[in-house]
């Protein structure tokens, strides 16, 4: 099993950053990606970022491309989410999740293990 938690959220004005870390434990892991995901009140969740943990390929929503930027730390089993310029259509809850099988689609069906969540309120 692996465990992720998530930490780094809060509360920040447009145009503010924030950064998301979410630290993988329990059995080494060494899936095929990592990503964040994020859910608004009253909507589903959707794909934000993705990073191929052998290559270090990343993948955005562009929503966010050109504002956040995801990183790894290989030795600390730990990605990390750089949210820059943010805007209040960013507030959501946001999740880590963990893919073990390689992911072809932004589909959180595709992630087999997740995060409790973090929530990031940006204010105008």
């Known amino acids: 099993q692996v465990q992720l938690v998530e930490s780094g959220g809060g509360l920040v004005q447009a145009g503010g950053s924030l950064r998301l870390s979410c630290a993988a434990s329990g059995r080494t892991f060494s899936g095929y990606a990592m990503g964040w995901f994020r859910r608004a009140p009253g909507e589903e969740r959707e794909f934000v970022t993705r990073?191929?943990?052998?290559?270090?390929?990343?993948y955005y929503a562009d929503s966010v491309k050109g504002r956040f930027t995801i990183s790894r730390n290989n030795a600390k089993n730990t990605v990390y989410l750089q949210m820059n310029s943010l805007k209040p259509e960013d507030t959501a809850v946001y999740y880590c999740a963990a893919a073990s099988q390689p992911v072809r689609f932004h589909r959180p069906t595709e992630y087999n293990y997740w995060g409790q969540g973090t929530q990031v309120t940006v204010s105008s």
């Open positions: 990073i191929d943990w052998s290559l270090g390929s990343t």
